[in-house]
Nanobody, 124 residues
Framework: QVQLVESGGGLVQTGGSLRLSCVVS????????MAWFRQAPGKEREFVNA????????LYADSVKGRFTISRDSAKNTVYLQMNSLKPEDTAVYYC?????????????????WGQGTQVTVSS
């Protein structure tokens, strides 16, 4: 089993920055890809970005390209989401997800483990 714990959410003004962290524990050797998803009130969960565990491959949703960056520290078993130039439409609960198979994917159905989420609120 794998456990994911997110942290770093909060309230920020438009144009501000936040960095989310996701600590991975348990059977980390089974993990091949990590991703961030988000879910705004009344909307479906959507893909944000993903990274291969070795860091060689990344995938981004068009809505966050150029503003958000995913990275990982394998020694710390931690994945980060650096969010810059935040907009009110970025307000959502952000979830960390892990996948046991190779290949960065956008569908939440491709991910095997999920964290409980951290709230990000961007005020206008």
């Amino acid at each position: 089993q794998v456990q994911l714990v997110e942290s770093g959410g909060g309230l920020v003004q438009t144009g501000g920055s936040l960095r989310l962290s996701c600590v991975v524990s348990g059977d980390t050797f089974s993990i091949r890809v990590m991703a961030w998803f988000r879910q705004a009130p009344g909307k479906e969960r959507e893909f944000v970005n993903a990274i291969s565990w070795g860091g060689s491959s990344t995938l981004y949703a068009d809505s966050v390209k150029g503003r958000f960056t995913i990275s990982r520290d394998s020694a710390k078993n931690t994945v980060y989401l650096q969010m810059n130039s935040l907009k009110p439409e970025d307000t959502a609960v952000y979830y960390c997800a892990a996948r046991r198979h190779w290949g960065t994917k956008m569908s939440q159905l491709e991910y095997d483990y999920w964290g409980q989420g951290t709230q990000v609120t961007v005020s206008s």
